[in-house]
């Protein structure tokens, strides 16, 4: 009576092992074969996750709660051909002093890969082009745009990050980048329990696993038929908990007197 708990466990254990390991196997032999394996996503085929290799080189693990992880300050590499350098406080941009000079006008931008600029230089990036605008707008004024983007991020992380670090530049507006699929921060995410650097290794070394992200990122292309539709529903639970993330930023940069725009 006391052994059968164990032995039904490693029994379990063991069948879970044999279960992906032929699985595996079976993908590697296919890939090897055939280069692709269509629907399913190998390690030979094409890599819907060609940030692995940035996650081990630009993030970092950090203890705040909910974070998860941060960019590595001072941090260099050349990523999808382009050059991506971390500054040395840790964001996608060039160096800037918390304390703001005068007469500036200074906008922090927070978001998700599509902020921080997946692909592009940094001045192809959206932060970097408006700023370029409005300094031919406000010519009288100089202007700074601050890009506090990380890939990855969630509402719920944008959130921490605005109150750990942002709001020590002092600016003047800041800018909440939304992406359909943040509304993750809401929900379970693999992010927020296994490290990306750990993550990143498993993604580039475990086919089964990599072809489970792949389907996961087809799937939610289209907000129509991914878990994101059901999200943005008004009385769902999920809606209701990114909502009160809104509320929570706009609670904070009400009581700084920053205007904030989503």
């Not at 002093?97 to 890969?113: C, F, H």
């Not at 750990?198 to 289209?222: D, M, P």
Request: proline content about 5%.
């Amino acid at each position: 009576k006391i052994k059968n708990p164990f032995v039904n466990l490693s029994l379990l254990l063991l069948t879970v092992f044999l279960f992906t390991g032929l699985a595996e196997g079976g993908m590697r032999l296919f890939s090897y074969a055939d280069g692709v394996l269509t629907g399913l996503g190998t390690c030979q085929g094409p890599d819907l996750f060609q940030s692995s290799r940035l996650s081990d080189t630009m993030h970092i693990a950090v203890d705040t709660p909910g974070l998860g992880y941060v960019l590595k300050p001072n941090s260099r590499e050349i990523f999808l051909g382009t050059e991506v350098v971390v500054n040395s406080r840790g964001f996608r941009d060039y160096e800037y002093s918390l304390e703001k000079p005068l007469d500036t006008y200074r906008i922090a931008v927070l978001g998700d890969s599509v902020t921080f600029g997946h692909g592009v230089n940094l001045e192809e990036t959206y932060p970097k082009i408006l700023e370029q605008k409005l300094r031919r707008v406000l010519n009288k004024k100089n202007t700074e745009v601050l890009n506090f983007g990380v890939r990855g991020y969630s509402l719920k992380q944008e959130l921490i990050l605005l109150e750990e670090k942002v709001l020590a530049y002092n600016p003047d507006l800041i800018v909440i980048g939304h992406h359909p699929n943040d509304i993750y921060s809401s929900i379970y995410r693999i992010e927020e329990i296994i490290p990306v650097p750990q993550l990143a290794f498993i993604t580039q070394h475990l086919c089964v696993f990599k072809s489970w992200r792949e389907n996961k990122l087809k799937k939610s292309i289209s907000i129509n038929n991914s878990p994101y539709a059901v999200g943005y529903k008004e009385d769902s639970k999920t809606w209701k908990n990114h909502k009160n993330l809104f509320r929570n930023i706009s609670v904070i940069t009400q009581k700084k007197r920053i205007p904030t725009l989503v």
